[in-house]
């Protein structure tokens, strides 16, 4: 009864769209903070640029990379993802090669980067400018198939990445650590002209396993096809087309907005690649 | 008496002229003698035409007169053909590497399988087989002529080239190939490691190249 004592019309008003305002924005905060998991995608057409250099000193491979992509995210295409990787192979017998590198990589997107900044919207973080430092130790098994007709190839990848980055949004300044486990067996079917591999066809799955973090066991994983054409001994190169299937899980930030909840949704892309290859034997 | 003696050391040269003999061995391998007997091999131990070596799990270098050489490679064989003026080695297995001193007139030495014949002159080079028939000559110095009879194709290889014999028939144009670096040329004991580690195998370098 007493709020409606209020006595001037002028002052009446204001109030009224005070109140609105103060609705819509509960209401926004409402729907946001029910609806704030990213949706599922896919499947998108991404797009992916390699280049490798491989010097190669009797059993020592020393090998450098470079790799752009371009991914669907936040309903676009964007292009965030470029690294840069250095280091070598070293072959211990014929069929086992132990590898180590260290890859400067940014625009890479992890679980974290979906947020709620001081906007309305929940988003996918740009993380184009956002430096990571991954560690990489590798074991890769090859075997030659002989016993299929043609020359086949079969391998085993396992690679186990520690990648490490400093997050500076606003409200969580922090290192993050992230482990990883690769593993990506796959075969090789090599076309040979004067004895000498002339086009190569690999299939491959690639998988990535959490260590440190959601979901398990894969985060992420691939199926890949790709082709190579060895133009001369030193250069090879060729398109590859990879399916990805990434799942994302819960955000620190979807935590902080709504605790108790979860959420695990799916990214879903056919990647298309260029590969180029140059290979020195000084 | 005086002319005897005379002949009989003439006969003993010529012998010694013509013949060949295992100069390195790393294990013993097996000679089937001409005629039809088998014996553990031996340094030192004579060569006659007709003649097969077999190396087994050695690697055997044979000495020729006149300084030639040719070292065989782990699980090899050849038949020594001729080793007269004119040499010819049937390759039957495996790979040899071949040294061959500067050829008098008239004198030839050549390597061969069932279809392809490699004529040298004094060079150095390498001949074997990859995968199943396929064989891979390449020449570290001089230059080699190599015929398919099969294919009819001829080609000259030279020093620091290759050609790859697709199931021992079709010769390609010869090229440098990077896995002949790998190949262990040396064929004397006293200058280090004899043995040939297997370089062939990564001609045929798929399963062992790097890709990514």
Redesign the interface.
Known sequence: MHAFTVSSGASYRPRIIAFAAAFVFAASFSASASHVAPLSTGPAAEFEG?T?L?VSF?EL?V?A?AKGRIESINGGLSFRYRELTAGS?L?VI??L?LGAFYRLQFGATHNNDWIWPSTLEWYWQDTASRPEHVLIGDI?F???LDFIPG?W?FELKAQYQHTFYYDSYSWYQRWFTLSVLRVRPGV?W?ILR????FI?LTLQFDGYIPLNFDPKPFYAWYIYLGM?WHAT?HI?FGPTVAFINKTWATSLEYTRASPGSTYEVYHRAVSIGLTV?F?L?P | MRYMILTLLLTVSLSAAETAVINYQSAYGAIERAGGRTERSSVNAPLSEGDTVRTLASTMVIEFSGGSRLKLTENSAVTLSAIRNERRIALLAGSVFAKVAKLSGGAAFEITTPNVVAAVRGTEFFFGFGREKDLWLCVNEGAVHVASSAAKREQTVKQGEGVFILGGTDITAPKPYGWTKKLNWNMDAEKGDVREKGAIKSAYDMQRKNYD
């Open positions: 390699i490798r491989f009797g491979d090998m990379e192979y072959r014929d069929w090669t890769t090859r075997l030659p020359s190839r090789s090599f004067e004895g000498s591999p190569d190579l001994e090879a290859i290979s034997e």
